[in-house]
């Protein structure tokens, strides 16, 4: 496996574990409520505009991964897509790119 693999690899880790850090913290706190998670992210300007900004990057991402499986047929890319829903953008995309850079049979 190259070096850079290793680093997405690495990536989508720290991008799964660490964030969640941050949500299981919040869980404990709060108790498991979506909807007072959802009203967090927008309580202030700073914090809508993050939610905005990652957003559109996880649909600009989820487009891109769908446009390149029709062209390479790497199937195995989409589960970027839910680990980009479920999980987050800092996972997301490292794991998109380490599969993506997989060589092929």
């Not at 690495?10 to 709060?30: C, K, T």
């Not at 998670?37 to 900004?53: C, I, K, P, R, Y």
Request: aromatic residues 16%.
């Amino acid at each position: 496996m190259s070096v850079l693999r290793m680093i997405y690899l690495a990536l989508a880790m720290w991008g799964a574990i660490h964030p969640m850090y941050y949500f299981v913290q919040w869980f404990s706190e709060h108790g498991f409520s979506l909807g007072l998670m959802v009203e967090a992210w927008h309580a202030n300007a700073a914090s809508s505009g993050l939610v905005w900004d990652l957003t559109i990057a996880a649909i600009a991402l989820t487009v891109w991964i769908i446009a390149e499986v029709y062209v390479r047929r790497n199937w195995l890319t989409l589960v970027a897509i839910p680990a980009t829903f479920c999980i987050g953008v800092s996972c997301g995309l490292p794991l998109y790119l380490f599969l993506r850079t997989r060589p092929l049979d």
